[in-house]
């Protein structure tokens, strides 16, 4: 069993910054897959980001403007969104993923508001 652990979000202003992070602890396989997802208000939940030991894939609408990193020595994952717009009101969540199945966060909250 692995546990996900996000922290990083709160309020912030559009056009501001803000990073995620995703802690992952317990039986790790090294072969895995660590992804952001994100699930607004009267949404379904959809992808962000996800990365492996040497890939990285990105939903359309988050090119360019945010970036997902791992830190395997910490087993941490990061979501950095620069240039937030209201529309990316959401919670975000963690999710690994390997042979043995998937595992979600409970999810930060991220509020981007004047």
């Known amino acids: 069993q692995v546990q996900l652990v996000e922290s990083g979000g709160g309020l912030v202003q559009p056009g501001g910054s803000l990073r995620l992070s995703c802690a992952a602890s317990?039986?790790?396989?090294?072969?895995?897959?660590m992804g952001w997802y994100r699930q607004a208000p009267g949404k379904e939940r959809e992808l962000v980001a996800t990365i492996t030991s040497g890939s990285t894939n990105y939903a359309d609408s988050m090119k360019g403007r945010f970036t997902i990193s791992r830190d395997n020595a910490k087993n941490t994952v990061y979501l950095q969104m620069n240039s937030l717009k209201p529309e990316d009101t959401a919670v975000y969540y963690c999710k690994y993923s390997s042979w043995s199945g998937d595992q979600w966060g409970h999810g930060t909250r991220v509020t981007v508001s004047s």
């Open positions: 317990g039986s790790i396989f090294s072969m895995n897959i």
